[in-house]
């Protein structure tokens, strides 16, 4: 299948580009290299420079490169810049995407992988999360995800549209062979974040609260490896088929992990300590997120390679042994 990947030189979008290369698909990447990286796009995949929200550009590329289904990646992500730049996200994350929708539409592309998040939920009613609860964002970022999830129902009403959203995660870690990993400017991920702290790249790791109604007082998240989540949105490709299929899935391991248990997986990964310096609370951030991702086990064979928070830092550290200054083009 011809599929588009817009954000495909970014984090997850490049490690879904080689996850498509290996199922026998033919990806096509679309990126404004803004937050990704030409060192990320994978040898002898066609790449196009350009704005999402570009409908000219868009539909010249859909038509050809006879894309059939496209996936799309290029969000801004960045929670607590969301709070204080919140029309940064608006126009992108939403402006932007309709424009692509729109695209899509008049060049006859009826299927859309949508990433969206578990910030869509807010502060959730209930733990483990599942598709059905009720949807309350804190941040701009989850509400901009929660638009287009809203859009799109309305496409697949109106057009036929046939999409998959989902909703997934921290992902983390990078590809088992250390050929693609995790650079982002700035990097905030915990991840990379402590891996600097531990090697000396940063003086020290700033903890954003520490007295949150968890365990040890630090947030829970459920982090997954960025391979599993690319092999989920290849996995729906054949649930896309129905005309109006509307399939929403969240995707994680299931198991909360506080932020002072990856400190310590780091520090165990690395053998360094990593220095920290507890802050406040930041604006947006709830005190626990994991996921029931029994739906999508079961509706699509989806299983974790990388269950556990030692095994998804290992993957990192190797990474950044190998590329100790990211792709090195910043």
């Known amino acids: 299948m011809n599929v588009l990947v817009v954000g495909g030189a970014g984090y997850i979008g490049s490690h879904c580009v080689r996850q498509l290369v290996a199922a026998g698909h033919r990806p096509v990447v679309l990126d404004n290299l803004v937050y ?3 060192g990320a796009l994978a040898p002898g995949v066609a790449f196009h420079q350009g704005n999402l929200g570009d409908e000219a550009f868009v539909g010249r590329v859909l038509r050809a490169e006879k894309i059939e289904v496209i996936m799309h990646f290029a969000a ?9 730049e919140p029309l940064k996200y608006y126009f992108n994350n939403v402006v932007a995407t309709l424009h692509l929708l ?3 539409l008049d060049a006859g592309v009826k299927k859309f992988v949508f990433s ?19 949807q309350a964002p804190i941040n701009p970022y989850g509400q ?63 903890l954003f609260g520490t ?14 490896h960025v391979d599993d989540l690319s092999r989920a949105h290849i996995a729906v490709f054949d649930r896309l088929a129905t005309p109006g299929a509307q399939l929403f ?20 990964a690395v053998g360094k300590p990593v220095k920290v310096i507890e802050s406040p609370r ?30 998804i830092v290992a993957t990192a550290w190797k990474w950044h042994q190998s590329h100790p200054s990211g792709y090195g083009d910043r």
């Open 36 to 38: 990704g990286h030409r």
């Open 76 to 84: 801004f992500c960045y929670v607590g810049e969301s709070v204080t």
């Open 102 to 104: 729109q695209a899509m």
């Open 116 to 134: 969206s998040t578990c910030a869509t939920f807010g502060v959730p009613a209930s733990l483990p999360i599942h598709e059905e609860l009720s």
């Open 144 to 206: 901009t995800k929660l638009d287009i999830e809203h859009a799109l129902k309305a496409l697949a009403h109106a057009k036929g549209l046939s999409f998959a959203a989902f909703r997934y995660f921290n992902a983390a870690g990078a590809s088992e062979d250390a050929v693609i990993g995790e650079d982002h400017h700035p990097e905030t991920h915990l991840i990379p974040v402590a891996i600097d702290v531990a090697i000396g790249k940063r003086p020290h790791l700033e």
């Open 211 to 224: 007295d949150y109604p968890t365990p040890d007082g630090t947030c829970l998240r459920d982090y997954v």
């Open 249 to 268: 899935y969240n995707l994680g391991t299931g198991k909360p992990t506080s932020n002072r248990a990856v400190i310590r997986a780091v520090e165990k």
């Open 282 to 311: 930041r604006p947006g951030d709830p005190p626990a997120l994991f996921a029931d991702s029994s739906k999508a086990q079961r509706d699509l064979g989806w299983q974790v390679k990388f269950p556990d928070i030692d095994a």
